[in-house]
């Protein structure tokens, strides 16, 4: 079992539907959660964090954690066809300089005009 | 406000040559630094980190290592390059001793011949 698993899709979605990007994680001690946004040919860019269960918004963007269920999702409102890109999902296994940031391999997201 | 460069954008080698990349922090004291490699369409393979000066850890063996001269500096070095290091690298710096992301330079992308 991978540490940490997207759907590497991609995920198709209309402009201004709801894009839901899901992501699961396999130790149970995990308390930092990070989505990414990766545009082709770029590096990642930080969008969100989240640390606590229950939801996180940022404009677009709900982030949403489930510690007992192991699994953190991304919310994207009013998707745009700027939002195509992959996403990353990363979380923190272990504890301060001893810890890893783990991160999945992405999920690609598309939004049709 | 905290910033990380990256050089060169691009670089194009023969294989059998030598690789020198160099990533440099600005802004913060004492920050933790990463190396990862993205192979195309794959995921970030964490390949060096740092928590100080001169302390490199490497999670996968291989012809290339990383050193820290000053604070703020990591540098990812090669003797012999192989067809297998082509990719995306990634220098990425965090907080030290803490469960903050990490943010991301622009990316060198290495094409062996």
């Known amino acids: 079992q991978k540490e940490v698993e997207q759907n590497s899709g991609p995920l198709s979605v209309p402009e201004g539907a709801i894009a839901s990007l899901n992501c699961t994680y396999s130790d149970r001690g995990s308390q930092s959660f990070f989505w990414y946004r990766q545009y082709s040919g770029k590096s990642p860019e930080l969008i969100m964090s989240?640390?606590?269960?229950g939801d996180k918004e940022d404009g677009r963007f709900t982030a949403q954690l489930n510690k007992a269920s192991q699994y953190v999702s991304l919310l994207i409102r009013d998707s745009q066809p700027s939002d195509s890109a992959t996403y990353l999902c990363a979380v923190y296994h272990g504890s301060g300089n001893t810890g890893k940031l783990i991160f999945g391999q992405g999920t690609t997201l598309q939004v049709k005009p | 406000s905290q910033t990380i460069h990256q050089w060169p954008a691009t670089l194009v080698q023969p294989v059998g040559s030598p690789l020198s990349l160099e990533c440099t922090v600005e802004?913060?004291?004492?920050?933790?630094l990463y190396w990862y490699r993205q192979a195309a369409g794959r995921g970030l393979q964490l390949l060096f980190y740092?928590?100080?000066?001169?302390?490199i850890s490497s999670e996968v063996p291989q012809n290339l290592s990383a050193s820290r001269p000053q604070d703020r500096q990591f540098i990812l070095s090669s003797k012999k390059l192989l067809l297998s290091d082509s990719g995306f690298y990634l220098c990425?710096?965090?907080?030290?001793?803490?469960?903050?992301?990490?943010?991301f330079g622009d990316g060198t992308r290495l094409s062996i011949l």
């Open positions: 989240i640390y606590s269960n």
């Open positions: 990425a710096w965090s907080v030290v001793n803490s469960n903050q992301p990490q943010h």
């Open positions: 740092s928590v100080g000066i001169g302390q």
């Open positions: 802004g913060t004291s004492n920050p933790n």
